[in-house]
């Protein structure tokens, strides 16, 4: 198992950056491929943000368009995204995710608001 632990969300203004980071323990960080997933208020289903492989693969959702880039240091068992030029409609809770074979981790979340 792994348990993982975000930090770096706040308030931000409009055209803004965050970075977001997720600790992970517990096992053995490598073999996971881990993302970054989002809920916005409302009731609005949790979705993509991004993914990076054990190897290193990056995927972004459409609305990322080139705003955000995820990265990870295995030695550190860390995983980030780095947010920039933020919109309104990016805040939600941004939740980091662990996959490996059929089991999924999820973190707490961390709030993102971007409001001016």
């Known amino acids: 198992q792994v348990q993982l632990v975000e930090a770096g969300g706040g308030l931000v203004q409009p055209g803004g950056s965050l970075r977001l980071s997720c600790a992970a323990s517990?096992?053995?960080?490598?073999?996971?491929?881990m993302g970054w997933y989002r809920q916005a208020p409302g009731g609005k289903q949790r979705e993509l943000v991004s993914?990076?492989?054990?190897?290193?693969?990056?995927n972004y959702a459409d609305f990322v368009n080139g705003r955000f880039t995820i990265s990870r240091d295995n030695a550190k068992k860390m995983v980030y995204l780095q947010l920039n030029s933020l919109k309104p409609e990016d805040t939600a809770v941004y939740y980091c995710?662990?996959?490996?074979?059929?089991?999924?981790?999820w973190g707490q979340g961390t709030q993102v608001t971007v409001s001016s």
């Open positions: 995710n662990a996959h490996h074979t059929m089991s999924d981790y």
């Open positions: 993914t990076i492989t054990r190897g290193g693969t990056t």
């Open positions: 517990g096992s053995i960080f490598s073999i996971y491929d």
